[in-house]
């Protein structure tokens, strides 16, 4: 069974561009999370879907960053416009229900210059 | 949730058992242990979870006091691959709250030849 893959591996982008990141959760798993690692600081949450419903997006920084799930399978997550600090590895987990264990995917590791 | 204490590093010899502890004395009675790790450059893995009694698979065991203000995950075997950071993670069992998971800055783990 294929586990949670995340596309890009890495991303270079300057500063102000756009960039999309996407999620494909393992099959059947209602429940996908954004989480993402900055340098220097702790994996922080960013939010969860349930299916295709945001069910906490507390931890979304700004309004730069839009997530979408459309039709409850794979997520994107959108940076839009990108800043310096956006850089970080950002992490795509998902778990077939809420309290059960989370599987996370390699990551992808943008870089914004 | 409840947050967790950890020591910063830890050292094992290969072969021997690694016994990696951590403190959650304000853990409240709906909320489980999880534990993760992360391996240089790769997605947190899923290791084990526990609410009260001891649990064991294929990769650790955990040991929870009986008052569940801390808990210790064991490698029975540690080899050279088990190098990693581990993260204690307390998290709220109802199906209908948050099941975020709150990363803390974990144990790393250097199993030495």
């Known amino acids: 069974e294929a586990g949670v893959t995340q596309f890009p591996s890495h991303s270079v982008i300057e500063k102000g561009q756009t960039v999309t990141l996407r999620c494909d959760p393992i099959s059947g798993h209602d429940n996908l999370y954004w989480y993402r690692r900055v340098m220097g600081k702790e994996i922080k949450f960013l939010l969860h879907?349930?299916?295709?419903?945001?069910?906490?997006e507390s931890g979304m920084p700004n309004n730069r960053f839009l997530a979408e799930r459309t039709g409850g399978t794979y997520s994107t997550l959108k940076v839009q416009p990108a800043e310096l600090e956006d850089s970080g590895v950002y992490f795509c987990a998902s778990s077939q229900f809420r309290n059960t264990e989370a599987f996370f995917g390699q990551g992808t590791r943008l870089t914004v210059v | 949730d409840a947050k967790t204490t950890q020591p910063p590093s830890m050292d094992c010899a290969e072969g021997r058992a690694a016994n990696l502890p951590c403190n959650h004395s304000t853990i409240s009675g709906n909320e489980y242990v999880y534990w993760y790790r992360q391996i240089h450059s790769q997605g947190p893995q899923y290791i084990i979870h526990?609410?009260?009694n001891n649990e064991t698979n294929e990769m650790a065991s955990l040991i929870i006091t009986e008052d569940r203000k801390s808990s210790t995950l064991i490698l029975p075997h540690a080899t050279l691959r088990d190098t990693a950071v581990y993260y204690c993670?307390?998290?709220?069992?109802?199906?209908?709250?948050?099941?975020?998971?709150?990363f803390g800055e974990g144990t790393q783990l250097t199993v030495n030849p």
């Open positions: 526990g609410l009260k």
């Open positions: 993670i307390v998290r709220r069992s109802q199906e209908t709250s948050g099941s975020r998971l709150t």
């Open positions: 879907f349930v299916k295709e419903s945001k069910q906490d």
